[in-house]
């Protein structure tokens, strides 16, 4: 009775639904999958490792580094060698003819260096723009231009795209070793739009030129710095009836935010895009207080025409109200106003600035969709952790600090030894000190075991005040692994150089965990590196010597204070004749 019930509301509520939909519903008959959709299923099956090496390592295990110099090093040797390999396959196309990919990887293939019509015409033209070859491009088309032959409105504006992107010169050839000889030591690396410059020359030769002509050659002014030029072409767009496209006007906004353009786009009918949205509010950065008042209202307008922000609006809007190293006044509260806003949002790079922007590269954004290739190059992935371990350190107890140092180091991130002394104050600050041992083998395996400075902190947080006798015993193997460093290299280096400070550290966490043989060896390095021992950590020697009533040697540490000069000695010889049994040859 229950079934049939159910199939009377479900053939009612169907019977509804398709009273009201207006669209013919179509089924497809089978169901396209992108080629590499059982790849991306697999790869969403799979978390990170922490423990394993970043993937452009793991097919040479042996090589992979420990250290952040090793680190720059293997980059560098394989994104050379990589360069090398393309340069010959580009160089030599004719012996990598065979595709071997299955789908097939445009990328993977060598690139046609050489153009392959050699006639004169407007295919041979097209072929040259292509290619991105800005001279021989100009050159083709002055003689399609002497011979009569016309060239078509489309591929003269495709000509100057080229030349108002590049300038007048070729860009520069990836993966293509340096030629040493004259020609290449002097290029045109800077386009400036001098006077009959070959834009503006073959722009002038167009009977009709339409926008976009008009865009391409206003968009070069900008990009090189002929700002008047620019609006002066704006000018002429206009005076012949032709209304200007959206790229235009972003150029223009960039290049003069006081200019009311964007009510000339309201006038022409100009319908703003994200790149427009980004010019305004990287023009207002430039507006002081008339910048504060205009950011919201210019963001609220975009959204009424459907054009969310990008990571890039966000960064130019905090830089509207917050400079760098200026304290926070008044509106304090944006910046956890734009926190909430991006939280747990996937941003795809749609913008130039969005590769750039650090500023709003909290590290939980990361993990949402593929928010982590908008962190940039392995330099500014490298600012970005080695600020957000420092804002770790400072803000967050050792714990958390902890958890994303195991997270990330060494399988992502090489710390700075900056970096790693932010983290051993941290433990300071925790009352941590306990994990120090830990903390300095990964300092020797990131490489930062000879930084003088950070182990001579190390040591003298482990000697500042005595904890258990366990922890006591782990300080004194990190101190004796410490002084190995401080020996003669492999190759006759002398790593570190011994100073009074760090030997009286190095004694007194051997005293600490009574290894009083191995602290007197140590004391002995102040005569043989010219070195003076305090008085006070004599003092704390013969205490300890004191527990053993070994006699001989507080004698010998008497006559290692003598040695010194040092104006304590008559007090430490008055204590070793009360506190020790001396025979009349002692005495």
């Not at 106003?337 to 949002?345: A, F, L, T, Y």
């Not at 004191?546 to 507080?554: L, P, R, W």
């Amino acid at each position: 009775m229950l079934e049939v019930h159910f199939n009377v509301v479900s053939f009612l509520f169907f019977s509804f639904l398709f009273f009201f939909i207006e669209e013919e519903i179509v089924i497809p008959k089978k169901k396209t999958w992108y080629v590499l959709a059982v790849l991306q299923a697999l790869a969403s099956t799979v978390n990170r490792d922490p423990t394993a090496s970043d993937y452009r390592f793991q097919d040479d295990p042996y090589l992979t580094p420990k250290t952040s110099s090793e680190f720059k090093l293997f980059s560098l040797s394989q994104e050379s060698g990589r360069n090398a390999a393309k340069y010959f396959i580009s160089t030599y196309p004719k012996y990598f003819q065979k595709d071997y990919a299955q789908p097939h990887i445009p990328c993977l293939m060598p690139e046609t260096l050489e153009a392959q019509i050699e006639e004169v015409s407007e295919a041979a033209l097209i072929e040259r723009i292509q290619m991105r070859k800005v001279k021989a491009a100009v050159d083709l088309y002055d003689q399609l231009q002497q011979a009569g032959t016309p060239v078509s409105l489309d591929v003269t504006n495709q000509l100057l795209d080229l030349i108002c992107f590049y300038g007048d010169c070729d860009p520069a050839q990836e993966n293509v070793p340096e030629q040493r000889n004259e020609e290449t030591r002097s290029p045109c690396l800077v386009f400036s739009f001098r006077e009959n410059n070959n834009a503006e020359r073959i722009f002038a030769l167009l009977s009709e030129p339409n926008t976009h002509s008009y865009s391409a050659l206003i968009r070069g002014m900008v990009k090189y710095g002929a700002y008047s030029k620019a609006f002066s072409t704006y000018t002429d767009l206009l005076n012949n009836q032709l209304k200007a496209d959206v790229s235009t006007f972003n150029a223009l906004i960039t290049a003069a935010p006081e200019q009311f353009l964007p009510q000339s786009m309201a006038e022409q009918k100009v319908k703003p895009n994200l790149l427009t949205l980004n010019a305004v509010l990287k023009a207002l950065r430039r507006c002081g207080t008339v910048g504060k008042s205009q950011a919201f209202p210019v963001i609220s307008e975009m959204r009424a025409l459907s054009i969310d922000p990008s990571l890039a609006s966000y960064n130019h809007l905090l830089s509207i109200f917050y400079k760098p190293g200026a304290p926070f006044q008044g509106q304090t509260d944006i910046l956890q106003e734009v926190m909430n806003e991006v939280s747990g949002k996937s941003f795809t790079p749609q913008d130039p600035d969005d590769g750039i922007c650090l500023l709003l590269q909290v590290h939980e954004l990361l993990g949402v969709g593929e928010n982590w290739r908008l962190l940039g190059n392995d330099f500014q992935q490298n600012i970005y952790h080695a600020r957000f371990f420092s804002l770790l350190c400072m803000m967050e107890n050792i714990d958390v600090v902890l958890k994303w140092y195991r997270d990330l180091v060494p399988s992502v991130y090489y710390p700075s030894s900056n970096v790693m002394r932010d983290l051993l104050q941290a433990l300071d600050t925790d009352n941590r000190l306990d994990l120090i041992p830990q903390i300095w083998k990964d300092l020797k395996q990131l490489g930062h075991g000879n930084r003088q400075t950070l182990v001579e902190e190390l040591l003298t947080l482990m000697a500042r005040e005595k904890q258990n006798q366990e922890v006591q015993e782990t300080f004194a193997e990190c101190a004796l692994d410490i002084k190995k460093m401080y020996d003669t290299g492999d190759r006759g280096k002398v790593m570190m150089s011994w100073t009074a400070g760090s030997l009286s550290d190095l004694v007194s966490v051997l005293l600490a965990a009574q290894r009083r043989q191995d602290a007197w060896e140590i004391l002995k390095l102040f005569k043989t590196h010219n070195r003076v021992p305090s008085e006070e950590l004599l003092d704390k020697f013969l205490t300890c010597i004191k527990e053993s009533g070994d006699v001989n040697q507080a004698l010998e540490l008497v006559q290692i204070s003598a040695g010194f000069c040092l104006p304590g000695t008559p007090k430490l010889i008055q204590r070793v004749q009360q506190e020790f049994l001396l025979s009349e040859q002692q005495k």
